[in-house]
């Protein structure tokens, strides 16, 4: 209709000029920066009998159940909300990691938080993972709460066990485990032994009387399955032991697969470091290596109201990149570029809780309600009884180095996940047949609902958010404007 497209016109032109007078926020502008995503790492040696022929593309997200029940969404890359073990596999993960605490609970049943990370929520995930041919690695702690190269806190149950009775212990509990787990429907590709032991494990501080508990936990995981591989962990390869670590498991006769390795680059030393002191272990011992945990700030804000590990002027921090999603990607790709520079030995890289969210725009006092029902924070106060360095309850202290930005959507770092080679199984791509041009509130349809919630954006309205703002970019040029709010209107009009 003639009175249509002349109407079209008028509002065009009015909100061109609007447009020369009204200086839109620059950050909703800006979306076609250059990305270190393109960037591929190619593991040339990979060793095909290992992940069916695929590096370790993987990540832990430990606490994603108890994330999603307090509230967070999480969406895919064309902004649809969906499940978020789809959207890796999307981009290509093939491997997730779960953390598996004895029992972290209080007498009472109170959750010490930190995602709630017992063996039904392990074979929950598990399961959940298998649906997407996601594998698992199942990451044994050996406590009933955190376990780091500071604390390796026996569990409850265990405290008085003597070395033997423990031993008796490790064995049929991981048995437990790794059955458990099979039955819920997880596929477990490997299960470390252990949380970064840096000669501390389960309450012992002798290297070869923890290579002696180790072996009975290696053992249960070979009775029960020879295909599994076993990974021993630790942190930090710049502090001078992995070398007395990988001999003295050598003297014990340890049977073990993988030496694993946590590396926060801006704690843990040079890439060029990380495949030195790896590759030394994989030759010397023939174990293959692996980073267990990795990870790198993308900003330097806070998306919870709980303080950040790291972020610009934290003290004892190098950033050697950029603190922005280049600068994180970058970081990633350099990280399994590291691996695969080992050689034949490197196996892949686990990203350290990419999802690890609260809900976004809400007070402390709405955040720490929702620590403290779902367990979604990284404590709650019933922690404090096992764990001194717990003084209330807490969120996440790595929101800013997720690989979600603080509304769950992807960011573009993700997508290095999908550039590290051998790929034998081509990852899915995601569903674009469900996305409508326009239709910035994926609610399946375009209408002129989604023409206001756009305009509404545009002027910066506070509640307005879109969904999707790829459908929003009618003009094809990365950037959403007042010109595609024009195309948007013309469109509708038009149709
Ligand atoms: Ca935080």
């Excluded at 350290?352 to 924070?377: D, F, M, R, T």
């Amino acid at each position: 209709m003639k009175w249509q497209k002349i109407t079209a016109v008028i509002i065009s032109t009015a909100l061109l000029l609007v447009s020369t007078v009204y200086n839109f926020p620059c950050q909703r502008c800006s979306q076609n920066i250059a990305y270190a995503t393109e960037k591929t790492v190619d593991f040339g040696s990979f060793d095909m009998s290992v992940n069916d022929g695929e590096p370790v593309r993987g990540v832990d997200i430990s606490s994603i159940l108890a994330i999603e029940k307090a509230g967070v969404e999480f969406y895919n890359e064309n902004g649809i909300k969906q499940d978020i073990f789809k959207t890796l596999s999307e981009y290509g993960v093939n491997y997730i990691r779960v953390r598996v605490w004895n029992d972290p609970y209080d007498k009472n049943g109170n959750s010490y938080g930190g995602g709630n990370c017992d063996l039904y929520t392990a074979a929950e995930i598990g399961k959940r993972a298998a649906k997407y041919d996601i594998k698992l690695l199942v990451d044994m702690q050996y406590s009933d709460f955190w376990a780091d190269p500071e604390k390796q806190t026996r569990p409850k149950y265990w405290q008085k066990h003597d070395h033997e009775t423990l031993k008796g212990e490790i064995y049929k509990y991981t048995s437990w485990v790794l059955q458990t787990i099979s039955e819920s429907g997880g596929n477990i590709g490997m299960v470390q032994v252990g949380n970064e032991t840096n000669c501390f494990f389960c309450g012992e501080k002798d290297m070869y009387k923890i290579c002696d508990l180790f072996a009975s936990g290696n053992k249960a995981v070979r009775d029960f399955d020879r295909s599994i591989l076993i990974a021993h962990h630790f942190a930090n390869p710049s502090t001078g032991y992995y070398a007395w670590y990988a001999q003295v498991m050598n003297e014990c006769r340890l049977d073990y697969d993988v030496f694993a390795t946590s590396y926060y680059p801006y704690w843990h030393g040079t890439t060029e470091n990380l495949t030195a002191v790896l590759k030394e272990v994989a030759d010397k011992y023939d174990k293959y290596v692996m980073v267990a945990e990795t990870a790198y700030p993308y900003t330097s804000e806070d998306g919870d109201t709980f303080g950040n590990a790291v972020s610009a002027g934290s003290d004892n921090a190098a950033f050697r990149y950029d603190i922005s999603v280049d600068g994180q990607a970058q970081c990633l790709a350099d990280v399994f570029q590291a691996i695969a520079n080992v050689g034949n030995k490197g196996i892949g890289v686990f990203y350290w809780e990419p999802a690890w969210l609260g809900v976004n725009n809400i007070s402390w006092e709405q955040q720490c309600e929702l620590w403290k029902k779902y367990g979604s924070g990284w404590a709650t106060d019933y922690a404090a009884e096992y764990d001194n360095s717990v003084n209330g309850a807490g969120g996440s202290a790595y929101d800013n180095q997720a690989l979600f930005d603080f509304s769950g959507r992807p960011l573009q770092s993700l997508g290095v996940f999908r550039n590290i080679y051998p790929q034998k199984k081509i990852p899915p791509k995601p569903d674009i047949d469900s996305k409508v041009q326009g239709d910035v509130n994926a609610d399946g349809e375009f209408n002129i609902a989604d023409v206001v919630l756009f305009q509404k954006w545009l002027l910066t309205v506070p509640d307005a958010k879109l969904y999707d703002w790829k459908a929003a970019d009618l003009c094809e040029d990365d950037r959403l404007d007042v010109f595609d709010l024009c195309m948007m209107k013309r469109l509708l009009i038009n149709r």
